[in-house]
């Protein structure tokens, strides 16, 4: 049974904020873009990723964050809230197994 405790929490927000960081790039050529994201990436949202053009993501910058919302009674999947400059904006995370890395299942806009 996974548990929440200060190094799974540590790592979701780790990995939220690199993959935020990542994200939030809308100068970078996509391949590259998709090369640097892709390893925290869910394989479904992978090959969702895919067909996001950075040039048209709004976020630029991110200001703060990330604030966790871990699911009550669920410790495999945790909301990381970022403030950027395009508003409040959500990674969704999840792994399978205590121990194991977070991946990233969806990043969207709050209000999405």
């Known amino acids: 049974m ?14 939220a904020a ?4 990542l994200f939030a790039r809308p100068l970078v050529d996509q391949r590259q873009w998709i090369t640097d994201l892709a ?17 048209r993501v709004p976020v630029s910058r991110v200001l703060s964050g990330p604030a966790l919302q871990a699911s009550s ?24 197994a205590a121990g194991q890395p977070w991946l990233v299942q969806d ?5 999405a």
């Open 73 to 96: 009674g669920d410790p495999m999947t945790v909301k990381a809230v970022f403030t950027t400059d395009a508003g409040e904006w959500v990674v969704l995370l999840h792994r399978t």
């Open 18 to 21: 690199k993959a935020m960081a």
């Open 107 to 111: 990043i969207a806009s709050k209000d």
């Open 39 to 55: 390893p925290m990436l869910s394989p479904a949202y992978r090959t969702e990723a895919e067909y996001i053009n950075p040039a």
């Open 2 to 15: 996974a548990s929440w405790d200060a190094a799974s929490e540590q790592g979701a927000k780790d990995t």
